[in-house]
């Protein structure tokens, strides 16, 4: 398994998506900005209308304010879409340049003390570095292998018909223009919130999938690799469980939305070239970090008193909580088993 310098180095380039995570958070929030300040104003108007003219929900919902306050809608959620899609596959092109320069310095933080890229080169174990078309295919692409454009164009009209209730509940609750425009708020918030994590989904998978492919491009070096989750309060149940898993090269980590896994590659052991050197003991699991965690920490983490109450009696372990689930548009997906299925 990895050492402790190949998970440090894992720590530093994940700390740098991070930021780039924020960053990209940040122009896609200030870009949904203008979206609902124009529904806003359109929805407070039209409520103003109804309550001076007393109208029913069902005569709001024919007006042609309403309908023209939806199409409003639709063309600046489109126009959101495209900024999005734009701001996420730049996000997704830096972060490709990012795993570029991760994979050969995790790989050379991983070998065997006193082993370095440098000395392997001199014996013919080269680092073979891929060229920049061989990523094309990771920049503006989904992971079910569509453009990002085709997922993000369907937000607007997911949340066209929530918007439209929204109106319709306010008026018919008799809540005043302020009031309403506050269920709007909620109701059109879909595409922003989606939004967000298809930019952290798909940034951090175009890091790990261009990670993976430049190490499959150094089978000399590299034999495989390992699932590395973030062990803080935060993480999902079964990517903790499933920390320290180890993947061929030519295996896609099974991951899931706003999934923030890392992957550290397998190298070469003292064994494989042949030397007869002890090898430092494995990095600590995420089983094992979980395990060593106080008890209000884990019930917290677990988020369900049964869940913890049948790990704890030895009922099920960490690994019984995990499924790893073949969807047809998004390959393998791993998530925490319902509790009902558990039990």
């Given at each position: ?8 180095a894992?720590e ?17 929030v ?20 109804a309550?001076r ?30 900024i999005?899609?734009?701001d996420?596959?730049?996000s997704?092109?830096?972060a490709v340049?990012?795993?570029?320069n ?5 790989t050379?933080?991983?070998l ?25 295919n990771?920049i ?30 306010g008026?018919?609750?008799?809540k005043?223009?302020?009031e ?6 909620i109701a059109?918030g879909?595409?922003l ?6 930019a ?7 890091f790990?999938?261009?990670?993976r492919l ?18 803080d ?6 990517c903790?469980?499933?920390?320290g ?10 991951s ?10 397998d190298?070469?052991?003292?064994e ?19 395990a060593?965690?106080?008890e ?10 049964a869940?913890?109450?049948?790990w ?7 690994d ?7 969807d047809?548009?998004?390959g393998?997906?791993?998530s925490?088993?319902?509790l009902?299925?558990?039990l």
């Amino acid at each position: 398994m990895a050492g402790p310098e190949a998970q440090e180095a894992v720590e530093q380039f994940r700390k740098l998506l991070l930021a780039e995570d924020k960053r990209a958070a940040a122009e896609i929030v200030r870009a949904y900005a203008s979206v609902y300040q124009r529904l806003r104003r359109d929805t407070q108007s039209l409520v103003r209308t109804a309550q001076r003219e007393g109208l029913k929900p069902w005569q709001v919902m024919r007006m042609n304010r309403m309908k023209e306050l939806e199409k409003q809608f639709l063309r600046n959620a489109n126009r959101f879409a495209q900024i999005a899609g734009t701001d996420i596959t730049g996000s997704q092109r830096r972060a490709v340049g990012l795993a570029r320069n991760a994979t050969q310095s995790i790989t050379g933080k991983g070998l065997p003390r006193g082993i370095t890229l440098e000395n392997l080169a001199r014996i013919g174990i080269e680092w073979n570095r891929l060229p920049d078309e061989a990523f094309a295919n990771f920049i503006g692409m989904a992971g079910d292998g569509k453009p990002l454009g085709l997922l993000l164009d369907e937000l607007g009209a997911e949340a066209a018909p929530k918007v439209r209730a929204a109106i319709g509940q306010g008026i018919a609750l008799g809540k005043g223009p302020a009031e309403t425009a506050e269920l709007v708020r909620i109701a059109s918030g879909m595409p922003l919130s989606r939004a967000l994590t298809i930019a952290r989904t798909e940034t951090n998978r175009a890091f790990r999938e261009a990670s993976r492919l430049q190490y499959a491009a150094n089978p000399n070096l590299i034999k495989g690799y390992r699932r590395s989750s973030t062990k803080d309060g935060l993480v999902c149940m079964a990517c903790l469980a499933l920390d320290g898993t180890f993947y061929e090269t030519n295996e896609p980590l099974d991951s899931h939305p706003n999934c923030r896994c890392a992957i550290v590659p397998d190298t070469l052991t003292y064994e494989d070239l042949g030397l007869d050197v002890p090898m430092p003991p494995p990095v600590e699991t995420g089983q094992e970090w979980f395990a060593r965690q106080d008890e209000a920490t884990q019930r917290k983490m677990m988020g369900q008193t049964a869940r913890f109450e049948a790990w704890k009696s030895g009922q099920v372990s960490l690994d019984d909580m995990v499924q790893v689930r073949s969807d047809p548009r998004w390959g393998k997906t791993a998530s925490v088993k319902p509790l009902k299925e558990l039990l």
